[in-house]
């Protein structure tokens, strides 16, 4: 298995790169997370162009205050933290947009975002939670192509097959030239590695 060494071991060390103003960092942070704040942004009624703007405004804000998030405590959750920076950003849009006449997405994409439930103090309580839609699993899916890199091809094959495809691990290991004991090491190390990049995202 080829890895990068310790960089993004964890969703806490990549924080810690991003305040450390690392450009590696803050690519990974936004292909993770921004595709989250912009189906936040379009759950809020904004039209695709101006979810955009928006989310470009959420990521602006996200490195200005980043150095004041902590992940201590119970409550703590970069999803939720990035979630109230959303809210907050299509809130000042709303504004904005009502100082202009006949402002597009006024007054209905308004009572869209006020039907929005505000988010419990822990932060899970965003719009993916109500719409049922699996934030965790859509971060999950973006973090594997992430770390695909970080993996040799048969490690990756093996992973795949036994975790996505569910193929048991003696058939993947007869397809691979493997032993299913690999196999099953093959898939516990992505997994691990998986688990450690969303620990606390």
Same mark, same amino acid.
């Given at each position: 298995?080829? &890895?990068?060494?310790?960089?993004?071991?964890?969703?806490?060390?990549?924080?810690?790169?991003?305040?450390?103003?690392?450009?590696?960092?803050?690519?990974?942070?936004s292909r993770?997370?921004?595709?989250?704040?912009?189906?936040?942004?379009?759950q809020?009624?904004?039209?695709?162009?101006?979810?955009?703007?928006?989310?470009?405004?959420? %990521?602006?804000?996200v490195? &200005?205050?980043v150095?004041?998030?902590?992940?201590?405590g119970?409550?703590?959750? %970069?999803?939720?933290?990035?979630? *109230?920076?959303?809210?907050?950003?299509?809130?000042?849009?709303?504004? &904005?947009?009502?100082?202009l006449?006949?402002?597009e997405?006024?007054?209905?994409?308004?009572?869209? %975002? &006020?039907?929005?439930?505000?988010?419990?103090?822990?932060?899970e309580?965003?719009?993916?939670?109500q719409e049922?839609?699996?934030?965790?699993?859509s971060?999950?899916?973006?973090?594997?192509g992430?770390?695909?890199?970080? %993996?040799?091809?048969?490690t990756?094959d093996?992973?795949w097959?036994?975790?996505?495809?569910?193929?048991p691990a *003696?058939?993947?290991?007869?397809?691979?030239?493997?032993?299913?004991?690999?196999?099953?090491?093959?898939?516990?190390?992505?997994?691990?590695?998986?688990?450690?990049?969303?620990?606390?995202?």
């Amino acid at each position: 298995m080829a &890895q990068t060494g310790n960089s993004f071991s964890t969703s806490a060390s990549l924080i810690r790169r991003v305040k450390a103003r690392d450009p590696e960092a803050w690519h990974r942070l936004s292909r993770l997370y921004g595709p989250l704040a912009y189906r936040w942004t379009r759950q809020c009624g904004l039209q695709p162009s101006d979810a955009a703007d928006v989310v470009q405004n959420v %990521f602006f804000s996200v490195s &200005q205050s980043v150095d004041r998030y902590s992940s201590q405590g119970p409550k703590a959750s %970069f999803r939720g933290w990035l979630w *109230t920076i959303t809210r907050n950003a299509v809130r000042e849009f709303h504004r &904005q947009q009502a100082t202009l006449p006949q402002a597009e997405g006024g007054t209905d994409a308004q009572i869209r %975002f &006020q039907e929005v439930a505000e988010p419990l103090d822990n932060g899970e309580d965003t719009p993916d939670s109500q719409e049922g839609f699996d934030a965790t699993a859509s971060l999950a899916h973006r973090a594997l192509g992430l770390i695909k890199g970080d %993996f040799e091809p048969l490690t990756w094959d093996a992973f795949w097959r036994t975790t996505i495809d569910n193929q048991p691990a *003696t058939e993947v290991g007869a397809a691979l030239g493997m032993s299913a004991k690999a196999v099953r090491q093959a898939k516990y190390r992505v997994l691990c590695r998986l688990r450690e990049v969303l620990a606390d995202g």
